[in-house]
């Protein structure tokens, strides 16, 4: 990958999520591994507290709950739920999940959780990538809609936490 697509691809930025740029193109052209003679040893780097792996959400069961904060509504690619295998690129929603010792990034591309997501984010109800807004999201089941359909039903509640 040539630098100027790295640098591209870091920096751009979704409307619905707050990240900033995080390396300059000075920076990424210094740390090219094709210009290094060898590796720094990474055996005393401390790990970051978020992973980068990111599990799709699909609750199985009506009830299903998690206790989030939101990162942002952005396009990830995902299996089609075709059963064709084929990878797709879908807006989700992505969430922050505190389990015990161990953070967990959850999407989900639910048309309606996505919609209910971008919206409160647009209206400032969601602050994305902060502390400030965590939520309940809860799945409420599957109903049939007016075409025939069977759509996802979410319950999405603000979080107060104690200070």
Request: charged share 20%.
């Amino acid at each position: 990958m040539s630098t100027q697509v790295a640098v591209k691809e870091q920096t751009e930025v979704s409307t619905k999520s707050a990240q900033a740029p995080r390396y300059s193109a000075e920076q990424v052209a210094a740390a090219d591994i094709s210009n290094q003679s060898s590796l720094p040893s990474l055996a005393g780097a401390t790990k970051h507290f978020m992973p980068l792996s990111i599990e799709y959400w699909k609750p199985q069961v009506d009830g299903e709950e998690k206790l989030v904060y939101i990162a942002g509504v952005d396009y990830h690619d995902v299996p089609a739920f075709d059963k064709s295998g084929d990878i797709t690129s879908m807006m989700c929603v992505l969430m922050l999940e505190q389990k015990e010792n161990e953070l967990c990034r959850y999407i989900n591309a639910s048309k309606i959780l996505v919609g209910n997501i971008s919206g409160a984010i647009d209206r400032g109800e969601i602050i994305p990538m902060t502390l400030l807004t965590p939520v309940s999201i809860r799945f409420l089941g599957k109903k049939p809609a007016g075409n025939g359909n069977m759509v996802a039903r979410w319950q999405i509640i603000p979080l107060i936490v104690a200070a």
